[in-house]
């Protein structure tokens, strides 16, 4: 075996673990008309409150064309608005509509509840053991993307 194929092989064995045991990958994510993408694009929205389109694909590292798509979806929906930029035409703001902010909230709180209910029988000590393993493991491989944490 290689220097990297265990480590490989343990982060693939991690990553299915994960995605499978938090319902990432079930068609309506938290039982919503939301994928675990659009969840995540309207938080990061929420916690930037104003963002520019292709600062929003850059920092999660989505295609261009998929999150305009996405987009256009939201704003349909009346979950975001746009504003074009007076500075550059071709530049657009975004931002969640009160109708997009209750219902990102409303998110974030099936989130909590679904990782409240996989963590409620864990001790004091596992709970800090937990957040221990994933602040390591944020540490080591975010190495690179430090400086992008807060981007937009």
Do not use: P, W
Not at 75 to 94: F, V
Not at 126 to 143: F, P, Q, T, V
């Amino acid at each position: 075996m290689g220097r990297y194929d265990k480590t490989i092989c343990e982060i693939r064995k991690f990553n299915r673990f994960y995605t499978v045991n938090m319902g990432l990958l079930d068609a309506g994510y938290l039982d919503t008309e939301y994928s675990v993408v659009e969840t995540r694009i309207l938080f990061e929205m929420m916690m930037h409150e104003k963002c520019i389109q292709s600062d929003l694909a850059k920092a999660l590292r989505i295609d261009k064309s998929y999150l305009s798509r996405l987009v256009k979806r939201f704003h349909k929906n009346g979950l975001i608005e746009k504003e074009k930029s007076c500075e550059d035409k071709r530049t657009a703001y975004l931002t969640l509509t009160e109708k997009g902010s209750t219902e990102t909230e409303r998110l974030v709180e099936l989130t909590n509840k679904r990782i409240r209910a996989k963590i409620h029988s864990l001790s004091a000590d596992d709970c800090d053991a937990l957040c221990g393993a994933m602040n390591r493991i944020i540490s080591i491989l975010g190495k690179e993307d430090a400086y992008e944490s807060n981007s937009i």
